[in-house]
C-alpha cells in the first residue's frame, strides 16, 4: 500500500457521459498530481494541485477538470466522454518538488 | 512535443544479465531525473533518482548513469532477475514550483529464466 487511495479501480461509462475519480494522498503530502495513462502516450501529465490552489496545468483537455479540497483529497471531474478518454488515470502526492508516491490507479473504459 | 525520450520499448534479457535502458531529454533546464519501476495493476513506485551534479548513482543492483554534455541518462539493472520484469519509466523534472515530472514513454522489461 503505497499510502494513495484512489477509488473506484474500475468505472465503465458511456460516451457523453461524466465521471468523478478521487485520490486521497498520503498523510502529510500537500502536493496532488494526476496523470493519464494510455498504450500509446505513456504517462501524461494532466494537474497539479498544492494545498488547494491549482499548481500546474499539463496537457488537460478543457473537458478535464480537478479540485482539491480542504482536507487535501483531490477530485478529477471528466465530462462528455469519448471513446479515446478511456485510460489509467493516476494520481500522485509529494510532500516536495521530488519523489512522487502514485495511487493503484483508476481504469476509466468508455463504451 | 516529447521532452523526454526513452528507448527500446521493450527489452528482453536473460536472468543474470545486465538490462539498460536510455533516456533523452531536451530541456537544459530538467535537474531531477528518477526512474520509476511499475507492476501490472500497479501504480508506477520511485526505484532511483540522480541530479545532473553527478555521473552516477548505484543502488543495490540498480544504476543511473548520467552525462550531462548528451543531455542522456541510463538505468542498468545488473544480474537481471525474473522479478525485475516490469515497466521502467524515466522522468524529468525542474526543481521549481509549477512544474511536474515529465515521462517518457516506458520500456517493458521481461526477464527469463
Known amino acids: 500500500d503505497s499510502g494513495v487511495t484512489q477509488t473506484p479501480k474500475h468505472l465503465i461509462t458511456a460516451t457523453g457521459q461524466r465521471v468523478t475519480l478521487r485520490c486521497s494522498p498520503r498523510?502529510?503530502?500537500?502536493?496532488v498530481y494526476w496523470y493519464q495513462q494510455s498504450l500509446d502516450q505513456g504517462l501524461q501529465f494532466l494537474i497539479q494541485?498544492?494545498?488547494?490552489?491549482?499548481?500546474a496545468k499539463g496537457n488537460i483537455l478543457e473537458r478535464f477538470s480537478a479540485q482539491q479540497f480542504p482536507d487535501l483529497h483531490s477530485e478529477l471531474n471528466l465530462s462528455s466522454l469519448e471513446l479515446g478518454d478511456s485510460a489509467l488515470y493516476f494520481c500522485?502526492?509529494?510532500?516536495?518538488?521530488?519523489?512522487?508516491?502514485f495511487g493503484s490507479g483508476t481504469r476509466l473504459t468508455v463504451v | 512535443q516529447q521532452q523526454v525520450k526513452q528507448s527500446p520499448q521493450s527489452l528482453i534479457v536473460q536472468k543474470g544479465g545486465i538490462s539498460i535502458i536510455n533516456c533523452a531529454y531536451e530541456n537544459t533546464a530538467f535537474d531531477y531525473f528518477p526512474w520509476y519501476q511499475q507492476f501490472p495493476g500497479k501504480g508506477p513506485a520511485l526505484l532511483i533518482a540522480?541530479?545532473?551534479?553527478?555521473s552516477e548513482k548505484k543502488e543495490g543492483r540498480f544504476t543511473i548513469s548520467f552525462n550531462k554534455s548528451a543531455k542522456q541518462f541510463s538505468l542498468h539493472i545488473m544480474d537481471s532477475q525474473p522479478g525485475d520484469s516490469a515497466t521502467y519509466f524515466c522522468?524529468?523534472?525542474?526543481?521549481?514550483?509549477?512544474?511536474?515530472?515529465?515521462f517518457g514513454k516506458g520500456t517493458t522489461l521481461s526477464v527469463s529464466s
Open positions: 522522468a524529468a523534472s525542474k526543481s521549481q514550483a509549477g512544474t511536474a515530472l515529465i
Open positions: 498523510s502529510g503530502d500537500l502536493s
Open positions: 540522480i541530479r545532473p551534479d553527478v
Open positions: 500522485a502526492s509529494s510532500a516536495t518538488e521530488y519523489g512522487y508516491t
Open positions: 494541485y498544492y494545498n488547494g490552489e491549482e499548481r
